[in-house]
């Protein structure tokens, strides 16, 4: 692997790791949250208002896309590992290709979607109105990073297969 491969391993590793952390701070926030809530509502008689659509809104959907990239790409092997030759790295490279081609729309289409909530100052109709475009953002991002994943991926099949040839 050259130079610009180790250095976008490195900028992905990263970039995962400070999503995974900021994820599981949101989690603890989100589980904190939800306690103060609990204790409020059955010991007080005195919910903190909107902390339902909060959570499902903003902090589930943060949680997720910022842990998505990390997932990174599951891959059943059982019909690849059969194959052998030039069918394998075909059939290795396709399987790297649709999802790069879906996630691509995903992400675009996200950060497009993310850009027209800035534009308009979406905000929610619960209680307490929040934003919403933080977490559209958050998707979009999440899936750009699982973007970038899939491209590093690619390359790396297309290097090995130039390699076994």
Known sequence: MGKVGKRLDRFISHWKAGFLVAGGWLLVGMMALIFVDVIGRYAFNRPLPGVYEFTEDILMVAIIFLAIAAAEHVRVRVAIERLRGRARQIVELLDLLIPIALIALM????GVMAGF?????????????????????????????????????????VKQGRANE
């Open 107 to 110: 992400a675009w289409q996200t």
């Open 117 to 157: 909530s800035w534009k308009t100052r979406e905000a929610t109709e619960a209680i307490i109105a929040y934003p919403i475009y933080p977490s559209r953002f958050i998707v979009a991002l999440g899936l750009f990073l699982l973007l970038l994943i899939l491209v590093a991926s690619f390359v790396k099949t």
